[in-house]
């Protein structure tokens, strides 16, 4: 719009005309509700029970799941246990240099235990050994190779991508003389696996301007004043909500950002899952892995 035109609309001033604006287009051209490029492949470390490797866009991550036998929860003596552990790695910004990504490790991490722990996500028991004496832990590690923005819910895909890629290794528990013994089946094909089909996923909404965004980039997150991070399953069920920055959310804007948020999870758990099992078919007939959500 010509400058002669823009003083002549109805248009009060020229910042509430590119805040309106912002409404429609993005920088990348991309849609409020829209997602950047996704790619994910799983199995890719050797050394671990499961794994993924989530890159969208610029921001790259591992995820690496251990399943060892450990104590279950005092207060939960009948079921495994997540432990999440994030490594923000030098390389991925100038930022995580010494200790300065150790702040952001941890709440990622937090995030996601929150987002875990609810007993609809996940059945644990199926990760319980033996009530009150043994159970598996499930150890997911999450290295953040290049931060390109949207860091949360890049982490949380490749959480459910490795945690479906998982392989447990079947107990079986006898009694000898009153004691209790394990033995762990070393068949590669006798396993056990996780129904993550309820696990959620982490939505981030931003506040920008008089809009909101998902899956925001770098640069956009530097123009939000605050974001609304949840938890949301495939049945849009919000396991977890969490307000960040310093700018606040009117009653309006918060139920309007729960319900994209909601609306959006639904749709990318549902992605994820037909990717995840297609690329489960690749692999299995030795194909390249893939993208999805373009």
Known sequence: ????DLENSDFVSF????LQRMK??????????????????????????????????????????????????????????????????????????????????????????????????????KLSIIPGQQCWVLYIDILLLECGGNLFDAASIGVK???????????????DEGLMELEISDDPFDVQRLEVHSAPC?????????????????????????????GVTSKGTITALRKEGSGSLDPSSLEDMMETGKRVG???NKSLMNALIEDEHQQSSKKKPHGFLR
């Not at 251990?66 to 030098?90: I, N, Q």
């Not at 010494?98 to 609810?118: H, K, P, V």
């Open 161 to 175: 991508a490795a945690l479906h890629n998982t392989r447990i290794p079947t107990v079986t528990v006898s009694q």
């Open 202 to 230: 982490i939505i981030t909404v931003n506040k920008v301007g008089h809009s909101h965004v998902v899956d925001a980039s770098h640069k956009e997150e530097e123009c939000s004043l605050a974001r609304l991070m949840m």
């Open 1 to 4: 719009m010509p400058l002669d």
């Open 15 to 18: 910042p509430d005309f590119f």
């Open 24 to 125: 429609i287009f993005r920088e990348d051209g991309r849609g409020c509700e829209d997602y950047r490029h996704l790619e994910i492949e799983t199995n890719v470390l050797s050394n671990t029970s499961g794994s993924s490797r989530v890159r969208l866009s610029n921001t790259d991550l591992l995820v690496g799941v251990k399943a060892e036998l450990g104590d279950p929860a005092a207060e939960k003596p009948d079921r495994g246990k997540l432990e999440f552990f994030v490594d923000c790695s030098a390389n991925a910004a100038p930022e995580f240099e010494g200790r300065g990504g150790e702040e952001l490790a941890t709440e990622i991490s937090n995030m996601l235990a929150r987002a875990y722990d609810c007993p609809r996500c996940l059945d644990l028991h």
């Open 266 to 268: 639904e749709n990318l």
